[in-house]
């Protein structure tokens, strides 16, 4: 459970650099984990 929630919450803050660098792959990392 606590990995969804930092997915939620640290997802946007990991979009802002990972997501650039990776092209956003890590928005769909956390989409896996909320599934």
Known sequence: ???A????DGGAEED???G?????RKR???SLFNE
């Open 1 to 3: 459970m606590e990995v």
């Open 20 to 24: 650039e660098r990776n092209g956003g």
């Open 16 to 18: 802002s650099y990972s």
């Open 28 to 30: 769909k990392r956390g």
């Open 5 to 8: 929630k930092v997915a939620l």
